[in-house]
């Protein structure tokens, strides 16, 4: 019943921008924390970034996101965004997003942390060419 689906993805040349989307169903948003992690090939899934329900509220960057990514949430929507800018080949990767009741769990998970994540969706393909 839970779905987390994104969209967003494509292909684009380095200093672009995209914006990810996640359309959540069967949870209300409002009441978890979200995320969106990355796995590029041959490495480990990291977290990109990531904020807490709306009454925790905190918010986490991957250092090298800081200040060329912003995650939000439209919770009448019930969908989140990544707004990637300044693309570079390094952020080539599956996108995923995610979701959890414990802001705590997601945002030690973000950082690396191995805490296992209620909802997961299906990944959306970013490629950056330099």
């Known amino acids: 019943e839970v779905q987390l689906v994104e969209s967003g993805g494509g292909s684009v040349q380095a200093g672009g921008s995209l914006r990810l989307s996640c359309a959540a169903s069967g949870i209300s948003s409002e009441d978890f924390a979200i995320g969106w992690f990355r796995q590029a090939p041959g490495k480990r899934r990291e977290g990109v970034s990531c904020?807490?329900?709306?009454?925790?509220?905190?918010?986490y960057y991957e250092d090298s996101v800081k200040g060329r990514f912003t995650i939000s949430r439209d919770n009448a929507e019930n969908r989140i965004f990544l707004e990637m800018n300044n693309l570079k080949p390094e952020d080539t990767a599956v996108y995923y997003c995610?979701?959890?009741?414990?802001?705590?769990?997601?945002?030690?998970?973000?950082?690396?942390?191995?805490?296992?994540?209620?909802?997961w969706g299906q990944g959306t393909q970013v490629t950056v060419s330099s």
């Open positions: 995610a979701a959890d009741r414990s802001s705590i769990g997601l945002l030690n998970t973000c950082q690396g942390g191995s805490y296992d994540l209620e909802y």
């Open positions: 904020v807490g329900s709306d009454f925790d509220g905190r918010t």
